[in-house]
């Protein structure tokens, strides 16, 4: 039998800073045949370059539960 990996739709959050600059977050659990095995995530960060202007810093965060179903 084949083993279907997918995607659970997004979830989005964001964290707001104290100067009340908004950074977004976007996450994804990764499921195996419908068990999640883990979860991927993309963020924002702010941040400022040496020339003290505004830089895009993007973060990834992957994490895996542990070995997937049937020990596969």
Do not use: C
Request: proline letters at 10%; aromatic letters at 10%.
């Amino acid at each position: 039998m084949s083993d279907v990996w997918e995607f659970a739709p997004p979830k989005d959050s964001a964290t707001t800073y104290s100067d009340g600059t908004s950074v977004p977050h976007r996450a994804w659990q990764v499921l195996l045949n419908g068990v999640k095995v883990g979860e991927a995530e993309v963020h924002l960060h702010k941040r400022r370059g040496p020339d003290g202007k505004l830089d895009i810093s993007f973060g990834f965060t992957a994490v895996v539960f542990g070995p997937p179903p049937g020990g596969k």
